[in-house]
C-alpha cells in the first residue's frame, strides 16, 4: 500500500528564516499528493496539493514540487512568519488519504 | 467552501460506555467518509471508510464491533465506540469526499476514564 515519510520534527526557526519540510513517499501507482496544515486548537486544512508529475502546488507562499524520480513532495517557503507555527501533514492519495506523521514547526519571533 | 462539522467536539465518558460521534457534510453530498484517529504528537491513522448505505471497510487491526460506522445519508456518518476503555482516548477525525475534494472535520476529543 501506499506510504509517507516525512522529517520528524520539532523544527524550531527564526522568522524570516527559509523552510523545508521533507516529505518522500511510496505508492504503486501515480498518487495525488497533498500538505495539510493543523493549526493549534484547529482541524486540518489542506495547504497545498499536486496531481501529477512535475507539478507545482503553492499557497500562502508555501510550495512543494511533485518529484516522481525522486518520489518527493517538500514543502518549502522562502520567509516564514510566527503565525506560521503548526504541524504540518504530507499526505498521498490513491482511493484513500495516507498520512505522514506530521511535523511540528515553531516559528520564533 | 466546503465544510464538515463534528459533533460533539469534546466528550468525556465512564469505562464501560458507549459513544457516539457525529461527522456531517454541510453543504455538500459526501459520497464517502472516512474516520480516523489521531494519538498525542502522531500521523492521523485511517480507521475506516463507509459509502452512503453499504458497510464500512476497516483498515487491518481496528475492530468493526467496537467501532461501530453507520452512514446513514450523504451528509451523515456516524461513529459509535461501545464500551469504551481508556486505551480508546484519542482525538477522532472525520472527512467527506465530495465536490471532487476531500475534507476534514475539527475532530472530537474522547476521554474515557
Known amino acids: 500500500g501506499n506510504s509517507v515519510t516525512q522529517m520528524e520534527g520539532p523544527v524550531t526557526l527564526s522568522e524570516e528564516a527559509f523552510l523545508t519540510i521533507n516529505c518522500t513517499y511510496t505508492?504503486?501507482?501515480?498518487?495525488?499528493l497533498f500538505w495539510y496544515v493543523q493549526y493549534p486548537g484547529e482541524g486540518l486544512q489542506l495547504l497545498l496539493k499536486?496531481?501529477?508529475?512535475?507539478d507545482k502546488g503553492s499557497n500562502k507562499g508555501f510550495e512543494a514540487t511533485y518529484r516522481k524520480e525522486t518520489t518527493s513532495f517538500h514543502l518549502e517557503k522562502g520567509s516564514v512568519q510566527v503565525s506560521d507555527s503548526a504541524v504540518y501533514f504530507c499526505a498521498d492519495r490513491d482511493d484513500k488519504i495516507i498520512f505522514g506523521k506530521g511535523t511540528r514547526l515553531h516559528i520564533l519571533p | 467552501g466546503a465544510v464538515v462539522s463534528q459533533h460533539p467536539s469534546r466528550v468525556i465518558c465512564k469505562s464501560g460506555t458507549s459513544v457516539k460521534i457525529e461527522c456531517r457534510s454541510l453543504?455538500?453530498?459526501?459520497?464517502?467518509m472516512f474516520w480516523y484517529r489521531q494519538f498525542p504528537k502522531q500521523s492521523l491513522m485511517l480507521m475506516a471508510t463507509?459509502?452512503?448505505?453499504?458497510?464500512?471497510?476497516?483498515e487491518q487491526g481496528v475492530e468493526k464491533d467496537k467501532f461501530l460506522i453507520n452512514h446513514a445519508s450523504l451528509t451523515l456518518s456516524t461513529l459509535t465506540v461501545t464500551s469504551a476503555h481508556p486505551e480508546d482516548s484519542s482525538f477522532y477525525i472525520c472527512?467527506?469526499?465530495?465536490?471532487?475534494?476531500?475534507?476534514f472535520g475539527p475532530g472530537t476529543r474522547l476521554t474515557v476514564l
Open positions: 499536486a496531481t501529477k508529475a512535475d
Open positions: 505508492a504503486t501507482g501515480y498518487p495525488s
Open positions: 453543504d455538500f453530498q459526501a459520497t464517502t
Open positions: 463507509s459509502n452512503e448505505g453499504s458497510k464500512a471497510t476497516y
Open positions: 472527512s467527506a469526499r465530495g465536490q471532487g475534494a476531500q475534507y
